[in-house]
């Protein structure tokens, strides 16, 4: 097998599926983002996958600015338990899943479990201001093109909002491809809290 090659069409498939707005939702519907350009996003439908201790691969060197001009490095939360929510502010499912989220970084913080935020194809006026709105205490970074996403490969969010639990070891763990729910969510990230470092 052709590694490179394997893994240069698994990039060109992402970037596919991110820029060519390939946008038929579960329930065959297209979902248009007031962000002016047009573009669409695939709605996840809540399923949950959580890969096995043997299975797991490290999660991509996550790194860059965040809205509030800061930096955020995932190499630096190594020993943590990491939930990542990959979001937008025109997405009507992130607003609604926003409130669980602010309140659950809250309530894990105890239990060395760290929340981080990609905010993608979003202004970030607009994103700062959504975080504002719902009271998010909790970094994101900022990803206009969709880049971030891409380093994911194998794992790669497909759908907005996407959320990952990254183990202590900074390997993905679990992903839920659409809106979390508090008690989902919250007996995922401390399963994984709880494994064995």
């Known amino acids: 097998m052709n590694t490179p090659r394997v893994a240069r069409a698994v990039a060109i498939g992402l970037v596919s599926l991110l820029t060519l707005a390939t946008a038929a939702c579960s329930s065959g519907e297209v979902n248009d983002h007031p962000g002016g350009n047009g573009q669409a996003f695939v709605e996840g439908d809540g399923t949950v996958t959580v890969i096995p201790v043997d299975q797991r691969v490290a999660a991509p060197h996550v790194t860059g600015t965040t809205l509030d001009g800061g930096t955020y490095s995932l190499a630096d939360h190594l020993g943590d338990v990491v939930v990542l929510?990959?979001?937008?502010?025109?997405?009507?499912?992130?607003?609604?899943?926003?409130?669980?989220?602010?309140?659950?970084?809250?309530?894990?913080?105890?239990?060395?479990?760290?929340?981080?935020?990609?905010?993608?194809?979003?202004?970030?006026?607009?994103?700062?201001?959504?975080?504002?709105?719902?009271?998010?205490?909790?970094?994101?970074?900022?990803?206009?093109?969709?880049?971030?996403?891409?380093?994911?490969?194998?794992?790669?969010?497909?759908?907005?909002?996407?959320?990952?639990?990254?183990?202590?070891q900074g390997r993905v763990a679990a992903t839920v491809a659409g809106e979390v729910t508090y008690a989902g969510l919250r007996r995922l990230a401390e399963q994984v809290a709880a494994e064995a470092s």
């Open 85 to 168: 929510n990959v979001w937008g502010s025109w997405c009507a499912p992130c607003r609604a899943e926003a409130p669980t989220l602010a309140q659950m970084s809250k309530d894990l913080a105890d239990k060395g479990v760290s929340f981080v935020g990609i905010n993608t194809r979003d202004q970030d006026a607009a994103a700062r201001a959504f975080q504002e709105r719902f009271g998010v205490g909790y970094p994101s970074i900022a990803d206009p093109d969709g880049a971030l996403l891409l380093e994911f490969r194998g794992t790669a969010p497909q759908a907005i909002p996407s959320t990952l639990v990254i183990d202590r």
